[in-house]
């Protein structure tokens, strides 16, 4: 499972393993990595983390006992596979839901704004999902409200530009 606070303490210099638990965080220095040195980065760390809001583990992925083998599937495909190359570009994918066959997701940071994000939402990630989990047969991308009224709006400026344009 991808942990945006595991992430920020692994680029520490040092830290060799993270364990999350439900109330406490263990950290494994590497042999040569001293503790006095080490200490202030991980303290920072884990309270910038914190005061960011952000959860220790995303929660749209988290399993639910609620969720079905096939939803658990592509949560786990999610945490493991995509999520980490996503974010690696500086985006993220949040699991809005599965319905007859429709993985529905929604592209942030980067990844929602890139050119590509269509490609990399049907090549990319409606592809692996596919292959590991038979039971998906397409991904959609989710846009709320405000970003659809954005969308709505720069078509209308493209469309106003254009008639400008043509004689």
Not at 43 to 66: C, F, K, L, R, W
């Amino acid at each position: 499972m991808t942990s945006p606070l595991a992430k920020r303490l692994f680029r520490i210099d040092g830290v060799k393993e993270v364990f999350l638990g439900p109330d406490f965080i263990t950290i494994t220095k590497q042999e040569d990595a001293e503790w006095p040195l080490l200490k202030p980065d991980v303290y920072s760390s884990i309270m910038d983390h914190y005061s960011s809001g952000q959860p220790p583990v995303p929660a749209d992925t988290m399993i639910q006992p609620e969720d079905s083998e096939v939803v658990a599937m592509i949560k786990e495909l999610l945490d493991t596979r995509i999520r980490p190359t996503i974010q690696d570009d500086g985006g993220d994918v949040e699991y809005m839901g599965f319905e007859n066959g429709v993985v529905k997701l929604k592209l942030k940071g980067a990844c929602r704004t890139c050119d590509s994000s269509v490609v990399t939402l049907k090549n990319g990630i409606e592809n692996m999902l596919m292959h590991y989990v038979p039971e998906v047969t397409t991904v959609e991308q989710v846009f709320d409200e405000m970003e659809t009224i954005s969308n709505n709006e720069f078509q209308k400026l493209e469309k106003a530009l254009k008639d400008q344009m043509s004689p």
